[in-house]
């Protein structure tokens, strides 16, 4: 015995009618204005309310780095003569000017943002090598002494800390220029040195703004 099946070709109505998608529609705009309104300006305002509160205010729009004779002492310093150079100097930034040897110098303090480049690009592997011996010929070391914080750009291209590693590499240069004793400048990076968040969490670093910020007052007429 043959049992034919036949099949159903009736045209189905699709599931969501007119009426419902109008109604899913007007839901989606509604919640848009919702988010817009708490998280583009009930948020924002919030948050500038608590900035005017005493003992935050003064401190809410950020602060001049004092006793810095560089213009650009808060980023990464520029020395005027650069075969004579006083400053420490920060990681490289993907937000530095194009004539900047890759990513060396100061970073565009308006623009946030890492090269996005893969571990495995070839012009990564090219700025490395390039930024290892610029480094290396200024601090007058072997380009195997670099560490590997001075040869990658940090996530946002604006990161003021580097290594205790770096700073140490960087030391001996800044203390020949300066004239400062190698032990006074080796005191003032142990002095902008912080340890692991909670003592677990992260790794030591250095601010190199503050650091740089506490040569001034130590080596008068350095720029």
């Known amino acids: 015995m043959t049992t034919t099946v036949e099949k159903d ?4 109505p699709s599931p969501v009618t007119g009426t419902a998608l109008r109604r899913q529609l007007g839901a989606a705009v509604r919640v848009l204005l919702v988010l817009t309104v708490l998280l583009g300006v009930v948020y924002p305002a919030v948050i500038w309310g608590v900035s005017r509160l005493p ?6 729009e950020g602060s001049v780095t004092p006793g810095g004779t560089s213009s650009l002492i808060g980023i990464d310093p520029v020395p005027a003569d650069p075969a004579a150079d006083p400053w420490f100097h920060t990681r490289p930034s993907a937000s530095a000017p194009d004539d900047a ?8 303090a308006t623009t946030s943002g890492g090269s996005n480049l893969g571990a495995d690009a070839a012009d990564l592997a090219t700025a490395v090598a390039e930024r290892r011996a610029a480094i290396a010929a200024r601090e007058g070391v072997d380009p195997a002494a ?37 032990e ?3 005191a ?10 909670l003592g677990v969490l992260g790794e030591p670093r250095v ?13 008068p007429g350095i720029r």
């Open 9 to 12: 070709t009736e045209t189905r």
């Open 55 to 60: 003992g935050l205010h003064a401190n809410a």
């Open 101 to 108: 040897v890759a990513g060396l110098g100061p970073a565009d």
């Open 146 to 182: 670099v560490p590997p914080d001075a040869l990658t750009a940090s996530g946002s291209g604006l990161d003021p800390q580097i290594s205790p590693e770096y700073a140490a590499l960087q030391a001996p240069r800044v203390a020949r220029v300066t004239g400062l004793p190698v």
């Open 184 to 186: 006074r400048v080796r």
């Open 188 to 197: 003032l990076v142990a002095d902008a040195t912080a340890g692991r968040a």
């Open 207 to 219: 601010s190199v703004p503050e650091l740089n910020a506490s040569l001034a007052p130590v080596a």
